[in-house]
Every structure is written in structure tokens, then in C-alpha cells.
């Protein structure tokens, strides 16, 4: 990954709680709790979602970062949101997770050597991952859920 790639994931990485506060506000209260579909997350449970996978990924890079050989564990996001209840979660509280990690989480990451960066450790379930593979993902990740949050409030709005 070339330095200016990085930097601009970074951004995004830095940049993208905004966005996501900005999609939760454009959610009609109404359709707050509601699920397209059996299986598939409201508004609601996509933020306590995002608060947990915040918190998980935190470790992750500084496991990566910091450890001789990381072992970064998957785990079963959609089991984690029955198991936990997300409806039942406060959404201030996801919203202060996220802030708080994401910013915290940027200044580290901004802070990282090339060898921290070039580090491999292995994804429990995927394999090998790397400080890089890292970030492509977590860069991705609020915005990709900003988009299921708009796909779900235009879906909300067509029902009828």
C-alpha cells in the first residue's frame, strides 16, 4: 500500500463516524426499530453493531501493531446481537463507544511504522491479516452500514 493510499483510508477511517451519526439522524423515528426483512438489522441494532465492532477492532490493530505473532479471532456478529439484546442497547451509548475508539483508534494508527504496518498475524478464520488488511476493512466499514442504514429507511419508505 503506497503511503497516499493509506493516508486517505486513514481519512476515511477518521472522517466516517460523522457519517454515521448523520444517517442515524436522517432515520424517521418510527423507523428507528424496524427490519426489512426476518434476519436483517434495523437502524438500531446496525449502530450497537457498529459500537461492538468498534471496541473489536481497536484490540485488533493493536494486537497487530504490537504482538510477535497476533491471533485475531472472528466472531459471529449476528449471534452477538441476539445474545446482547441490540434493541435493548442505548443508542447514546453506542454513538460514545464509537467516537471515543474511532478517535483514539485514529491518533494510534496515524502513529504506526512501516513494519507495524507490513505485520501479518493470522484471522482465526480467514487466515493470514495484516495491519493493511486492517484498515481496507475498517476504513469500509462505518460507511458500508451508513449505506444499510439509507437502504433501510428507503425501504421503510416504500412499504406502503
Known amino acids: 500500500m503506497s ?8 481519512v476515511q477511517y ?3 463516524p460523522a457519517r454515521l451519526h448523520q ?15 426476518p434476519g436483517e438489522w434495523s437502524a438500531h441494532e446496525v449502530i450497537v453493531h457498529c ?3 468498534e471496541a473489536y477492532a481497536a ?14 479471532v472472528g466472531y459471529d456478529e449476528a449471534h452477538w ?24 483508534t485514529a491518533d494510534l494508527i496515524l502513529h504506526l ?9 493470522t484471522h482465526t478464520t480467514s487466515g493470514p491479516y495484516s495491519a493493511e488488511d486492517w484498515l481496507h476493512s475498517y476504513a469500509a466499514h462505518l460507511d458500508d ?14 412499504r406502503n
Open 23 to 37: 444517517a442515524w439522524n436522517d432515520v424517521p423515528a418510527p423507523a428507528r426499530l424496524w427490519r426489512p426483512a
Open 59 to 72: 484490540i485488533r490493530i493493536r494486537l497487530l501493531a504490537a504482538e510477535p505473532e497476533p491471533i485475531i
Open 145 to 158: 452500514h451508513v449505506a444499510q442504514i439509507h437502504t433501510n429507511v428507503a425501504l421503510w419508505s416504500s
Open 14 to 16: 477518521s472522517t466516517a
Open 51 to 53: 459500537a461492538d465492532s
Open 81 to 104: 446481537a441476539e445474545v446482547f439484546s441490540y434493541h435493548d442497547r442505548p443508542i447514546a451509548s453506542a454513538f460514545a463507544v464509537i467516537d471515543a475508539v474511532r478517535a483514539s
Open 113 to 121: 511504522t512501516d513494519a507495524q504496518w507490513a505485520k501479518v498475524g
Open 3 to 10: 503511503p497516499e493510499e493509506r493516508a486517505a483510508l486513514i
